[in-house]
């Protein structure tokens, strides 16, 4: 059975708790004070089945100080039904109850002239033609105006029969990833314990179900259900429900509270918005925000501050909220108790932009398209190339596939194809001239490879590196990264391979104790010596306590290696004393030396001593540098 929630809103005194109670036989005024002074102070709920239709009338009070309590009613609402007393017009509130209506998204009207029998015998066409004015200014459709008195009962089937018509055209609810319930009541019952009550949206919820508790953050579950006051094993989005919770009590609960899906919503303190206007708005004002069934103080950041029109904001929150990405909301002065503007949320759980707040403002208008391609798009031209998937999927209403224009990088990250492969063009010229600056260097670091390609984020420039490596177009070697065809060795000139030589010959020649090559080396020497590393010529130890790297020749270590085997056969245990005395080392080298046999394992240590356990072809492997 369609379920369709109707807000019943007007001037106070119109009539309308009156006109409820005589269309479903509830009296929606419950609490002493509302007894007492004669007025609605709280939402009032009642039922009307017509037609294989439940229609929720959410009775809303009429009077200025309680709008906060008629905007929670109408933020639930798919349409109005609209109050009027034909003895006294339209009024102030009249007025503010349209247009907050007109706020929340309602475009959907119904239209009840009431005590029509004060005026018996006047023509009220004069006054349907005002109220088809009020609504039309404020975007309603086209309404049904029916003369009823809630007293005598005239006019009460045609209003049901308005009422049911108008509960078939009503648009639909919102889609949801889950169920979201925003709480409205509170309270407990004997026997039961805790009871929320709400206008269920987004999804079903069963008995017995998971459900959280947010901002509160607990996850509780379904005791019972009651729809339409009737006990239920499942209600449907769009129901107004009751719902009992297991182990919680009431007073963890507040109105303006939500029950949702555990894992679908989350807390948060800004909302990215656009707003229907910022004319009365400055940028950082403070404001108080209706939406659902809260109000919270909230600060307005305009994203453009010098252009305000363009309507797109953050609203930051003095306390954590709960919204979902459509959610319609109003803003009224706090000071004044004047309603400002109304907007839709964009962003439930947004970041603090601070920085490139025009390519944001772009990623806002693309949410509104509700077109996740485009949606990413905007994420990717703001991000340099990449997109958060959550945040995709919070401004994105539908799934998302486009493997040949976005690919993974991670559970958390897409990465746009074109962006990468504009990055790999990018990566290869730099490289290019970077190898004709110094053609004898065999390899470039990862650092100067990435430094000129900023704002690009680290993670693309990996993601673009690592597809030219998979290509062929680049190779790792050591620590760095080189084109696939560069041979620092085939370009040197004479010059150069006359230094190459004599670097290698003196680094022969200082054995175990090595001195420095150059006392302040050019890059071009520099380069040569990582070329002979490269080579596997020489071998880069590193002693920590010194925090010095140690350059020994290949042939070095092989000669050490042997004489330390020769000297310690049959697995004989020698110390760091020892090994430092047969070689002839220095305390400089003998450290990082016996370390690289370790690495290696053609020594094994256990405490303060080292045997030698494998044979010398393994000390003079090229793979036994350290960088």
């Not at 109005?80 to 706020?103: F, M």
């Not at 404020?138 to 308005?162: E, P």
């Not at 994105?396 to 486009?402: A, N, P, Q, V, Y």
């Not at 006392?519 to 002693?543: A, F, H, M």
Request: with cysteine; proline share 4%; charged share 20%.
């Amino acid at each position: 059975m369609r379920s369709v929630t109707i807000a019943v809103i007007g001037h106070v005194d119109h009539g309308k708790t009156l006109l409820v109670h005589a269309l479903t036989g509830v009296d929606t005024d419950t609490l002493k004070d509302e007894k007492a002074r004669g007025l609605s102070i709280a939402l009032g709920f009642a039922g009307l089945s017509q037609d294989s239709c439940n229609i929720n009338l959410i009775d809303a009070p009429g009077h200025v100080d309680f709008t906060r309590m008629t905007a929670s009613g109408l933020s639930g609402a798919s349409a109005i039904l609209l109050v009027v007393s034909a003895r006294d017009g339209i009024q102030k509130q009249t007025i503010e109850h349209v247009n907050l209506a007109h706020l929340f998204g309602i475009d959907q009207a119904v239209v009840a002239i009431t005590k029509t029998d004060l005026v018996e015998g006047e023509n009220t066409a004069a006054l349907h033609a005002q109220v088809s004015k009020l609504l039309s200014e404020f975007g309603f459709q086209s309404s049904k105006i029916v003369d009823v008195s809630g007293r005598t009962g005239v006019g009460l089937n045609a209003l049901i029969v308005a009422l049911t018509g108008l509960a078939k055209v009503v648009s639909k609810a919102p889609v949801l990833k889950g169920f979201f319930l925003p709480i409205d009541r509170v309270f407990s019952a004997d026997g039961a314990g805790t009871i929320i009550t709400g206008t269920l949206l987004g999804g079903s919820l069963k008995i017995d179900q998971e459900v959280s508790l947010l901002p509160l953050g607990r996850t509780t579950s379904a005791r019972g259900l009651e729809a339409d006051r009737n006990r239920v094993a499942a209600a449907e989005a769009g129901t107004r429900i009751a719902v009992n919770l297991r182990a919680i009590e009431t007073k963890d609960i507040r109105k303006g509270d939500v029950l949702c899906a555990p894992g679908d919503f989350a807390s948060t303190k800004r909302f990215d918005v656009r707003l229907t206007s910022t004319n009365a708005l400055e940028h950082m004002q403070h404001v108080e925000v209706l939406f659902g069934t809260s109000h919270a103080a909230a600060r307005v950041r305009l994203y453009a501050a010098e252009n305000a029109k363009s309507g797109y904001a953050q609203l930051e929150f003095e306390k954590p909220q709960v919204a979902y990405q459509s959610q319609r909301f109003v803003l009224r002065d706090p000071a004044s108790a004047q309603t400002l503007c109304g907007g839709i949320i964009l962003d439930p759980q947004a970041d603090l932009i601070l920085r490139k707040k025009a390519a944001h403002i772009l990623v806002l208008q693309a949410a509104e398209t509700k077109n996740p391609l485009t949606i990413a798009n905007a994420i990717a031209d703001r991000d340099h190339g990449l997109v958060d998937v959550a945040s995709l999927s919070r401004l994105c209403s539908t799934s998302f596939e486009c493997a040949d224009i976005f690919e993974p990088r991670s559970p958390n990250t897409l990465v746009r194809v074109s962006d990468r492969e504009a990055l790999q063009t990018q990566i290869v010229s730099n490289m290019h001239q970077m190898h004709a600056a110094r053609p004898c260097r065999p390899f470039i670091d990862p650092g100067e490879i990435e430094t000129p390609l900023r704002p690009a984020p680290k993670i693309l420039i990996d993601a673009a590196c690592e597809r030219l490596v998979k290509t062929g177009q680049i190779r790792r070697q050591d620590a760095g990264l080189t084109l696939a065809d560069h041979d620092p060795i085939s370009g040197m000139t004479t010059q150069q391979i006359h230094l190459y030589r004599s670097i290698e010959d003196r680094s022969k020649a200082f054995g175990v104790r090595p001195k420095n090559l150059f006392e302040t080396p050019t890059l071009e020497q520099t380069d040569l010596i990582e070329c002979l590393i490269w080579k596997g010529r020489l071998v880069s130890l590193y002693n920590h306590s010194l925090k010095r790297k140690v350059l020994l020749h290949t042939d070095v270590i092989q000669d050490a290696g042997a004489l330390l085997a020769q000297t310690f056969a049959n697995e004989q245990s020698f110390t760091t004393s020892l090994a430092r005395e047969v070689l002839g080392a220095n305390r400089k080298t003998i450290v990082p030396l016996l370390e690289h046999f370790d690495r290696i394992q053609f020594t094994r240590r256990s405490g303060n001593l080292r045997s030698i356990i494998s044979d010398t072809s393994r000390v003079s492997s090229p793979t036994a540098s350290t960088g």
